[in-house]
């Protein structure tokens, strides 16, 4: 089958001279308008470093929910 809708390719050159709006806190990527970026307590995050934050954050509620579960099991003894 062929579709002839779009045949051109889509090329939108970059724009070299946008200006970042933010920089990221941990690993100062630049981060542009467009682009995703989250802030927590003024640190300002790229999405590669917040998916980190978020990786520590739930190992850390996964080592205390493994220690509440340790209590539990003492306490049911
Ligand atoms: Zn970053």
Same mark, same amino acid.
């Given at each position: #089958? +062929?579709?002839p809708? +779009?045949?051109k390719p889509y090329l939108s050159p970059p724009e070299n001279k946008q200006t970042p709006l933010y920089k990221c806190d941990i *690993?100062? &990527?630049e981060i542009f &308008? %467009?682009? +995703? *970026?989250?802030? /927590?307590d003024d640190i300002v995050y790229c999405? &590669? *470093? #917040? %998916?980190t934050h978020l990786q520590? /954050?739930?190992e850390t509620i996964d080592i205390e929910a493994f220690l509440a579960d340790l209590e539990n099991e003492?306490? %049911?003894d």
């Open positions: #089958m +062929n579709h809708l +779009n045949d *690993c100062d &990527e &308008e %467009g682009d +995703n *970026c989250y802030k /927590i999405p &590669e *470093c #917040m %998916g520590i /954050i739930a003492e306490v %049911g």
